[in-house]
């Protein structure tokens, strides 16, 4: 019998301590590796809480929480597929084998490192458990209907957590301000995180489906969705298209490469067209509103040159500056989008099954292997620091010699790049490698990971590899900041103007280098006003810094810094703080500069 109202998972209901207890034992019974995997991230994560290092109880945390959707997929596979006791047992096994190898695979070196890891395979198995109880059935609307409860029961559990932990976390600012008792700040994300690894599984797991023949009956669609779907997502999907758009007609007038930046929009597109077509589906199959077909027609065909732009971009830096995961995983899906979106156009499939089992196993198979991102990525980058290395004499026989080598400093630049990278992502592993039976040691006497530049720097002196003296930047520093500045015969100071930039007499006043890096540029209501050599810093630059200790840092007199500008309306002088130099095109030229101080006399009458 269909329902005629919402089906379990959208009800709101007050309900008892018995209700409630019954609830948790029911969930106990069928997600019991879930449940383990909730309790023991909860406790870790509180345990882990005002540590500041990422010891056993955070990087155990972060496991668990993988544990989660993983062993809800795998009940679901064995709910659905009436898998034997013994399947059931083994899948488990795996499934704590798959968490034992991620335990080992999230490296504590760098936070981002590890947030796009975890990132990664938590994706993975979300998409997992909205597919595999459907993997070999063709219940389409059931597919969606299950989908549907899942997305609401989470909100609903989500919701719930929030109030009570704003609830518990208002008694406990009670107790501590009006009684008197203490407690400490750490309480707070303890109960957020009890919250939230305690009472949100074990709410939203009470409320996912076990009726699979009923959802496939069901023709429940909330009001909410089609709101969602046509007020809010279309009119978005419709702004990202004419962006793309425009942009690509841009490409094409002025021949240039896409920007990096396209992935981003595009990822945006496709996120909400997709999701907006599966928001409509109920009233597309139903064949209610046609206009449904001509608008997933629409958007997939945008979404082929999207791709197009995307991965070109992604050529672009990938030429440039070799594979990182972002790039790889990008590219994946770029091809992906690409492919999905040919496909829809010429068959004009209104399959929606097929976009998150696709996706899933994009995501497991790009994890793990040789040909995953992370080991692509290493091989990459690793490549480019050996290719650089074995040019200059740096590397023979695949080791790192006994005495330094110096090499240009933009190729230095793209090694410390590249080392930087593999240290951050991959430990210590591929550039020990190099220098043989030495170790580069990371970590303090405590065991805890150095700053990012420390672990760099070490690196780097590992590979014994320099910047050629005369290729190194120069800061060019003024040795007396801060000593009185004469200001005889100047109508405005402007102090300390790091920026390069002011507001004067209602007009914008600009400072900014010239396109070959040896002058200054002063523009005021729009206008240039006239030009400050850099030649006399550059040359004495060139004269001193081949003295230079290493260091990289040059100071004279202020006096050297001191820049005057002349114009017809407003002239200036500029006191300079310091001027950064790097070689370009064989010869120093500013690439930076900080303002000090800047003396202003107007030349002519101003309003």
């Not at 990938?318 to 979106?341: C, D, K, N, P, S």
Request: charged share 20%; proline share 5%.
């Amino acid at each position: 019998m269909v329902r005629a109202g919402p089906p379990y998972g959208c009800t709101v209901k007050l309900p008892s301590l018995f209700q409630l207890a019954a609830s948790a034992a029911s969930v106990l019974r069928r997600f019991p590796e879930v449940v383990g995997c909730a309790v023991v991230a909860g406790l870790a994560a509180v345990t882990a809480v005002g540590s500041e290092t990422f010891g056993f109880a955070a990087r155990l945390a972060f496991t668990s929480t993988l544990g989660l959707p993983l062993f809800i997929a795998l009940t679901l596979a064995g709910e659905r597929g009436g898998w034997a006791p013994r399947l059931r047992w083994a899948a488990s096994a795996l499934g704590v084998a798959l968490l034992v190898f991620a335990y080992y695979r999230l490296r504590p070196w760098d936070d981002e490192a590890l947030g796009q890891r975890w990132g990664h395979l938590v994706l993975t198995f979300h998409l997992a458990v909205s597919v595999v109880p459907y993997v070999g059935f063709a219940a389409s609307h059931g597919f969606w209907q299950y989908n549907r409860v899942l997305f609401f029961r989470f909100l609903l559990a989500t919701l719930y957590s929030g109030v009570l932990f704003a609830g518990l976390s208002l008694a406990l600012a009670a107790i501590d301000n009006l009684l008197g008792i203490d407690v400490p700040d750490l309480h707070y994300p303890r109960l957020f995180f009890l919250i939230a690894f305690l009472f949100h599984p074990v709410h939203f797991l009470a409320g996912v489906p076990t009726d699979f023949e009923e959802l496939e009956r069901s023709r429940y669609y909330p009001g909410a969705l089609r709101v969602l779907s046509q007020f809010v997502m279309l009119p978005l999907v419709a702004v990202y298209v004419t962006i793309l758009m425009l942009y690509l007609g841009r490409i094409v007038v002025t021949g240039t490469w896409p920007s990096g930046w396209t992935g981003y929009l595009v990822s945006s597109l496709a996120v909400a067209g997709i999701f907006s077509l599966l928001v409509a589906y109920p009233e597309r199959i139903a064949g209610k509103k046609a206009w449904i077909d001509r608008y997933a027609l629409a958007f997939w065909i945008a979404i082929v040159p999207a791709s197009v732009m995307v991965l070109l971009a992604l050529w672009q830096r990938i030429e440039q500056y070799g594979v990182t995961e972002r790039r790889y995983l990008l590219g994946v899906l770029a091809v992906w989008l690409g492919a999905t979106a040919v496909h829809r156009v010429i068959t004009r499939s209104r399959d929606i099954k097929g976009i998150p089992l696709s996706l899933a196993v994009i995501g497991a198979v790009s994890f793990v292997g040789p040909w995953s991102a992370y080991a692509v990525a290493e091989r990459s980058q690793a490549g480019r620091v050996q290719a650089i290395l074995a040019a200059h004499g740096g590397l023979v026989e695949g080791r790192v010699g006994a005495d330094a080598v110096e090499i240009p400093y933009d190729e230095w630049e793209q090694v410390e790049e590249a080392v930087g990278y593999l240290i951050d992502n991959h430990g210590t592993g591929a550039v020990e490698g190099w220098v043989g039976d030495e170790e580069i040691v990371v970590t303090d006497a405590e065991g805890a990971p150095l700053d990012r530049d420390d672990r760099v720097e070490r690196a780097m002196e590992a590979l014994r590899v320099l910047p050629e003296p005369r290729e190194r930047p120069v800061d060019v520093e003024a040795e007396d900041r801060g000593a009185p500045l004469p200001v005889a015969g100047f109508d405005a100071v402007i102090v300390a103007n790091e920026s390069g930039s002011a507001r004067v007499r209602d007009e914008d006043l600009h400072f900014r280098l010239s396109d070959d890096g040896r002058e200054l540029v002063m523009r005021w209501g729009g206008e240039e006003q006239g030009r400050a050599s850099l030649l006399a810093v550059i040359e004495l630059a060139e004269e001193r810094s081949r003295f230079l200790d290493g260091s990289e840092e040059l100071v004279v007199p202020r006096t050297s810094l001191t820049l005057e500008v002349d114009g017809e309306v407003l002239s200036a002088r500029l006191v300079l703080r310091g001027v950064r130099l790097a070689r370009r095109d064989g010869r120093l030229a500013a690439t930076d500069f900080d303002l000090d101080a800047v003396l202003l006399r107007w030349e002519a009458a101003v309003p």
